[in-house]
């Protein structure tokens, strides 16, 4: 099983700062590598797919990098709106698997 | 647009068997699959498994071999989740999520998610 691991677990930022994710994968997963948002009480949505693309109708200040082993989410201009926990998730393997999630709190 | 409605909250008693199902619309049903996704009370995603809507080829996680069987039903665009064995650990949100045809890729579409709770 391909093991994602993120950092941090949680991140306290004000408004209008730059936020970067990471998450890291136990084994090579080239590009396979998809990015989500869950409110409190809401589904996760998907903001980044295969390391870089962004999915339809999401801000421009969220984007993805990163390949092989090593990915990141860059939050661009934090909007108080986007107080969430971020979730990476590999679909290199048959068996996909979430990364523990990244809490951001705004100050 | 796309939607996917999931059934309504269950309680289940240790031992019993839940099943969840997942109503699409807005799409071609055949031309994707289904993953399901549980989350325990305050804790991150997991994966369960993987449905393709085309051919009926599943993929389900190890740590649910045996005890879960996704199924679905063409004919109504609808997919369904199996769980047996009901533990206390098995209390928990479960989506369904749209994704590939052909194998488990990015979910681009969710449902609004099911409350199983499993207590005696």
């Known amino acids: 099983e391909i093991v994602l691991t993120q950092s941090p677990d949680f991140q306290s930022v004000t408004p209008k700062e730059k936020v970067t994710i990471t998450c890291r994968a136990s084994q090579s997963i080239g590009s396979s590598l998809h990015w989500y948002q869950q409110k409190p009480d809401q589904s996760p949505k998907l903001l980044i797919k295969?390391?870089?693309q962004s999915f339809s109708g999401v801000p421009s200040r969220f984007s993805g990098s990163g390949s092989g082993t090593d990915f990141t989410l860059t939050i661009n201009s934090l909007e108080a709106e986007d107080a969430a926990t971020y979730y990476c998730h590999q679909s290199s393997s048959l068996l996909g698997t979430f990364g523990q999630g990244t809490k951001l709190e705004i100050k | 647009q796309v939607q996917l409605v999931q059934s309504g909250a269950e309680v289940k008693k240790p031992g019993a068997s839940v099943k969840v199902s997942c109503k699409a619309s807005?799409?071609?049903?055949?031309?994707?699959?289904i993953s399901w996704v549980r989350q325990a009370p305050g804790q991150g995603l997991e994966w369960m498994g993987w449905?393709?809507?085309?051919?009926?080829?599943?993929n389900y996680a190890q740590k649910l071999q045996g005890r879960v069987t996704m199924t679905t039903d063409t004919s109504t665009s609808t997919a369904y989740m199996e769980l047996r064995s009901l533990r206390s650990d098995d209390t928990a949100v479960y989506y369904c999520?749209?994704?590939?045809?052909?194998?488990?890729?990015?979910?681009?579409?969710w449902g609004q998610g099911t409350l199983v709770t499993v207590s005696s």
């Open positions: 807005g799409y071609t049903f055949t031309s994707y699959g």
């Open positions: 999520a749209r994704t590939s045809w052909s194998a488990v890729a990015e979910f681009d579409y």
């Open positions: 449905i393709s809507a085309y051919n009926g080829n599943t």
């Open positions: 295969y390391a870089s």
